[in-house]
């Protein structure tokens, strides 16, 4: 049985000041954490989150296993990251787990809606995101939703918001990531993301700027990101693969993921600076 603990508020606490193309110049790994999500933190554990689980919110580009899955079987490489293995260790298990909260075509309206629940173990009533938290009971979430809704009927930032208060009435940590395509045409998907971050102070993964630099920005097409044929998407042992999307979103994924864990639970920051210049123009 959960602990009780006095909820926190969920509204938005920051008046939005950001300039319209701010999320373009945000870093790809947040250099701080905000005070509210290390007392969003703080309620997850007296509510028994699991401080060594993470969820994911997604859709195909967050699916096994091609995002995360080969950490947790030994087919990856840290090279000269290896300062990630501590994370890596911390979060056994989580990184190849099928998330309730993934599917291909998965939209945030999706994540809220009970249609899109299909798994067996999940209530009927329930909607992907309360079966992922509600199984997984993780301190953080890592969600990475827009490509599909793009085209969508429902407003992103009504639904994104509403998947953002979610996870926060949890006492889970959310982390929202950027997409690298611009499948709407105005990139004003990436620009709700960042501007719902700053609203509620959550940290941001800006994998957007992570793929500037590599060929084709990352993209195979115009939704999914480039992978090599004989490379595994968690080896970064060489330059070269780091050229590909999949490379580029695992590791610095797994960076946000140190960077933002470490944060919240007080531990001092890795000491490690990234090579620039593979992910920022």
């Given at each position: ?67 995360f899955g080969d950490f947790d079987n030994g087919r ?88 953002i208060e979610m996870t926060l009435e949890h006492g ?110």
């Open positions: 049985m959960q602990a009780s603990a006095t909820p926190l508020p969920v509204e938005p606490t920051v008046t939005p000041t950001l300039a319209p193309r701010a999320w373009r110049t945000a870093p790809v790994i947040p250099a701080s954490v905000s005070p509210r999500m290390m007392e969003v933190y703080q309620l997850g554990q007296k509510l028994g989150k699991d401080p060594q689980a993470f969820s994911k919110v997604g859709d195909c580009q967050t699916t096994l296993p091609n995002f990856y490489n840290l090279g000269e990251y290896a300062y990630l293995q501590e994370v890596v260790d911390n979060f056994s298990g989580s990184f190849s787990r099928n998330s309730r909260g993934v599917k291909d075509g998965m939209t945030a309206s999706g994540a809220m809606a009970t249609l899109w629940n299909t798994w067996k173990d999940c209530n009927l009533e329930e909607t992907p995101l309360e079966c992922e938290y509600r199984i997984n009971q993780p301190s953080f979430a890592i969600i990475s939703l827009g490509t599909n809704d793009a085209n969508g009927m429902v407003p992103f930032a009504d639904t994104l918001r509403r998947v889970i940590v959310p982390i929202l990531a950027t997409k690298a395509d611009n499948a709407e045409g105005d990139w004003s998907i990436n620009e709700t993301i960042m501007e719902l971050a700053y609203e509620y102070e959550i940290p941001v993964w800006n994998f957007w700027r992570a793929v500037q630099p590599l060929p084709q920005r990352g993209l195979r097409s115009p939704e999914h990101l480039t992978y090599g044929e004989y490379t595994l998407t968690c080896d970064f042992s060489q330059t070269d693969y780091l050229l590909y999307g999949y490379n580029a979103r695992n590791l610095t994924g797994l960076q946000v993921l140190d960077a933002v864990w470490r944060a919240v639970t007080g531990q001092p920051p890795s000491g490690f600076v990234p090579t620039p210049v593979h992910f920022l123009p």
